[in-house]
């Protein structure tokens, strides 16, 4: 480590030392590969800083289409759309990535950037290959991001090279963006696992030098592949986000604005350690629409739309609801299965099927809901009809049921007519039935005994 102090600015300016290694750092005490993952601690604990302006950028088209089917054209286009009906002219959905490599990837991005939308910006994902930046510039687009694998798992056993070889060939190709008027955006692919003060900081000391020569952002996307970092205080490098960021900001001097965090949920953090990142320096968290990408995914940006909004207390500007549109979407056009259970999408995410829990909902629906899914969503929350919903969970049926499709009843426990139907319920239990009563049946069920 190399510490300069700096008259003008009055602070200690560190250079880590690059450490090229015979061996790679496979982090055995961490990681043993053999067993589940350990968490070691070093107890360091730095301070938060949040960024003036937090982003979601979206990778839906990217790592969301390298865990499924590939979406068509038409598909594209309409999410982007919703992506900036969502963004709503507030500028917080900064950007989605897209792949530039076949007819129908390329017809995407042109139709996509026909459409003249300030935001979501449109930018490309590319291989580390200097013939690539063509077709980017090609496209007319600004920004791309580069694959810079920095764990040691990925550059001696993949790549097959040694870090120094990497660090040549990433920096090159860098350099090859900027003289080519793009914005590289450098994704250190598996930073959870790499070198942080032998490999990455150092490697980030000579991207700063390449952005300062051609005044121009080099952008760092650090890139939590398998979803092992941890938001716990003073988990140890290189498994502690809050360490991560933090020495990227201030020991890499990257500004907050061109630091972003992407994260997988392979241990259920995918979502923590984004609000993580964003809370110790990064500005950018990358997500995917309903969580869609490799694996277990990456973080939904639904899910940070509303971490963004309890940490600001303002949605400022981003129309929520359309987060109730998009899963529509998904289910209806793409036949996408959401998790019911799913927050803030699934069916089932505002519903009880507990009589005790329908029964609170009937007094007051803020006993037993989030927040006003109804106003906020366009989603109140529902009851399921089982064994278990009892008497109160009927009312609210009928009562919520009728009423989305224009009937006014109004009924209460004390209504014979719902003691009936109570009747049958009970019924389809005492004659077997394991499974909960559509909304049709009951529909057809509840008419009958009201002579609709
Ligand atoms: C391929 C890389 C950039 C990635 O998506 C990840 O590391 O999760």
């Known amino acids: 480590m190399n510490v300069k102090f700096n008259p003008k600015t009055h602070i200690l300016e560190i250079e880590y030392q690059f450490r090229d ?5 496979l982090f055995r005490n961490i990681y043993p590969y053999n067993e589940v993952p350990r968490l070691v601690f070093n107890h360091r604990i730095v301070p938060m800083n949040v960024p003036e302006k937090l982003y979601i950028t979206d990778t839906t088209f990217r790592d969301g289409q390298q865990s499924r089917s590939p979406y068509t054209v038409e598909q594209i286009c309409r999410i982007y759309d ?30 996509c950037l026909e459409k ?89 000391n000579e991207l700063m030098k390449l952005s300062k020569e051609a005044n121009m952002p080099v952008k760092i996307r650090a890139c939590d592949t398998l979803g092992l970092g941890s938001p716990i205080p003073g988990v140890a490098l290189p498994r502690s986000v809050p360490q991560i960021i933090y020495g990227i900001v201030n020991y890499g001097e990257v ?47 639904e899910a940070m739309v509303m971490e963004y909004i309890q940490i600001r207390g303002s949605a400022d500007g981003m129309n929520v609801a359309v987060i109730s549109e998009i899963a529509d979407y998904f289910k209806r056009e793409i036949g996408y299965e959401i998790p019911p259970m799913t927050p803030f999408v699934g069916d089932n995410f505002n519903a009880t099927r507990a009589g005790i829990h329908a029964d609170g909902l009937m007094k007051d629906e803020e006993i037993y809901n989030i927040f006003d899914t109804g106003k906020i969503l366009g989603r109140p929350p529902k009851v399921i009809i089982d064994a278990y919903s009892g008497i109160a969970g009927i009312v609210i049926w009928i009562n919520r049921y009728f009423k ?41 069920v509840v008419s009958k005994i009201f002579g609709l």
């Open 255 to 301: 500004p907050s604005e061109w630091l972003e965090w992407h994260g997988h949920n392979d241990f259920y953090k995918a979502v923590i350690n984004s609000t993580m990142a964003w809370l110790y320096g990064a500005s950018m968290v990358n997500t995917s629409l309903l969580g869609i990408g490799e694996r277990t995914g990456n973080t939904p940006l």
């Open 82 to 111: 919703y992506l900036h009906e969502l963004d709503n002219g507030s500028g917080i959905i900064l950007h989605t990535e897209f792949f530039v490599y076949s007819k129908q990837d390329k017809e995407a991005v042109l139709k």
């Open 116 to 204: 003249g939308y300030d935001f979501p910006k449109v930018t490309a994902w590319i291989r580390a290959k200097k013939e690539d930046f063509e077709i980017v510039k090609s496209l007319g687009i600004k920004e791309t991001g580069i694959l810079v694998s920095c764990s040691d798992y990925h550059i001696f056993k993949k790549l097959k090279m040694t870090r120094s070889q990497a660090m040549k060939q990433y920096l090159e190709i860098v350099s090859a963006a900027l003289e080519a008027g793009i914005i590289p955006r450098c994704h250190f692919e598996d930073i959870t696992r790499a070198d942080f003060y032998g490999f990455v900081l150092p490697f980030i």
């Open 404 to 444: 989305d499709s224009g009937i006014d009843i109004q009924v209460d426990k004390k209504d014979p007519r719902v003691q009936k139907v109570k009747e049958w319920v009970d019924s389809q239990y005492e004659n077997g039935r394991n499974t909960s009563i559509s909304d049709e049946e009951l529909k057809e």
């Open 21 to 25: 290694v015979d061996e790679p750092n």
